[in-house]
């Protein structure tokens, strides 16, 4: 007994190593790397030009995956060594700030710059986000930016929450996951930021956020299975499970806690208080 399945341990390992090699050899996969983004900025100059990526046709208030491109006009290819960073500014009347974000990264396809940014608040006439891009092109370090319009979320549903804490921090926490809500127990994702200065977004780490969601158009009825969102430091982000037991509008009651479970914000849900002041809204 214990030969076969060795024999057919064998025969599998076989099997997946003949078709591993026959991928590789005889099906080259042209895959599009931006494929299923919509390039929402372009910005020439004089030898190269760079390429805004987003999932969203506009760049929103909250979380935001961004990925950009640099092409080389002398060469036509883009370019994969150009070891970018970033900094978004928001130039307001009186004063400017920054939002918090992530580094970036080709890790995934070596000519595709990946990262996010979370806008604190949507742009106007009068004030202005600008986006400024670092990189090297041919042994040169370039400098580009790009005014970039931030709009409220298409929807309409908050899913970012700037705040001053019971701890007399500010924070900034935004909605990540699940983009496409379904009827299942969700996985629900969040960042979550101290504002320290105008320019400086730490991540906050190992805080708890519990999770309540209702559905204040039904009796403000509850779900089963909810799981608190904690702190993964692999992600840098609050993982938990959101439980939605049908569709429609839901308000996700939310409460911030320290590392000694000292509420920073938001209450819980009772048949006194049928909200909390944090909270996530979606509908779907
Ligand atoms: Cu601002």
Known sequence: MKTLKYIFAILILSVSFVSCSDDDENTPVEVNPVEGLTMIYEIPAADHIV?????KQNLEVGYNEISFRIKDLASNEYVGNAAPT????????TMSHSAPHSTLTNSEESTVYKGYIVFQMASNETEYWELTLN???NGQAVEEAVMVSVVQPADGMKKTQVFMGSDETRYILAYVNPKSPMVAINDLQAVLYKMETMMNFPIVENYKITVDPRMPGMGNHSSPNNVDMT??????????????????YWKINLK????NGEVLKGED???????????????F
């Open 51 to 55: 390429q805004i990526y987003s999932e």
């Open 86 to 93: 970033w900094m978004p500014m928001m130039h307001m009347e």
């Open 135 to 137: 990189y090297n092109l």
């Open 231 to 248: 702190y993964n430091s692999t992600s840098k982000m609050y993982n938990g499970k959101l439980s939605l037991t049908m569709t429609g």
């Open 256 to 259: 911030l806690m320290d590392q």
């Open 269 to 283: 849900v009772t048949e006194l208080n049928p909200e909390s002041s944090l909270y996530f809204e979606l509908e």
